[in-house]
């Protein structure tokens, strides 16, 4: 069974950093990409970047776009998250996601992880 598990997350105040990982297990299935979402309360959930397995190209768009580094190990097993510069309208639960293809909406996401919530303060 394939599992993303977030971790990381917390509270931290404007203007410092901070790294999220997304461990993969059972990662027996097809998949290419790896997302990062978030998803602030009333929003909707959107598309940080994310990063293909083989190659490890990048990809980012939104408003972290410049402050944040999506990196995974050479096993293939960890995708993080680095942010860095952090704003209080950056607080969100923070999601990892497996697609089979690039994608940029959420529904091209097979797998999700349990999110991690992440609160900057002022």
């Known amino acids: 069974q394939v599992q993303l598990v977030e971790s990381g997350g917390g509270l931290v105040q404007a203007g410092d950093s901070l790294r999220l990982s997304c461990a993969v297990s059972?990662?027996?299935?097809?998949?290419?990409?790896m997302g990062w979402f978030r998803q602030a309360p009333g929003k909707e959930r959107e598309i940080i970047g994310g990063?293909?397995?083989?190659?490890?190209?990048?990809y980012y768009t939104g408003s972290l776009k410049g402050r944040s580094t999506i990196s995974r190990d050479n096993a293939k097993t960890t995708v993080y998250l680095q942010m860095n510069s952090l704003k209080p309208e950056d607080t969100a639960t923070y999601y990892c996601?497996?697609?089979?293809?690039?994608?940029?909406?959420?529904?091209?996401?097979?797998?999700w992880g349990q999110g991690t919530e992440v609160t900057v303060s002022s």
């Open positions: 990063i293909w397995w083989n190659g490890g190209y990048t």
């Open positions: 996601a497996a697609a089979a293809v690039f994608s940029t909406s959420v529904n091209g996401y097979e797998y």
């Open positions: 059972g990662r027996s299935f097809n998949s290419d990409f």
